[in-house]
């Protein structure tokens, strides 16, 4: 999915498997994002004849609806980790990795040569933001971020709705009908 080692090194530093998909533009952002595929999910999907995304709010609401879990149509994707690598400004990468807390970790990928502040660095440890840096041949962790989500988010029609964009571009982004199989992230 993504030709850039640097955002695959980072990917890796941190743990996160999955799909990496790069030059994700979602919710005002442009961000680099590790996705997992449910393989089952989608061939239930197929069965059905809802094996494309669906983005109508009024729809991922009913799919999201906890009585009616099992009725419809299963998220196929989940975001393991947001990677915000876009933009030279430092702050706008750590702004971006905030504005995704909420659905999943958060890591900056800092810009190579660019100065990272001790406020800078305060405020990603506040917000539980994971801090790489590029260095000769690799990728540096800086900074251990929150493994997950905020704890205070809870799931919603938002999630799902990221995760119908996302299940819509790895279809897209796809080489091949095979590289959706088990064993083929990255």
Known sequence: MSTDPQLTMAADVL????????????????????VTFDHQAHARRQETGAAQPVLDADTLAMWEWPQAQGDFPPSVTSVVGVLANHGQAVTARVST????????????????RKAFSRQQQLECAYSGIAVLAPARGHVELLHHGNPDRLPSSRRSVADRWVEEHLYGMLLARMESADALLPGHGR
């Open 15 to 34: 743990g996160w498997q999955g799909h990496l998909v790069s030059d994700v533009t979602l919710l005002g952002t442009v961000t680099s994002m590790v």
């Open 97 to 112: 990795a905030r504005k995704w807390r909420g659905f999943s970790a958060s890591a900056i990928l800092l810009p190579a």
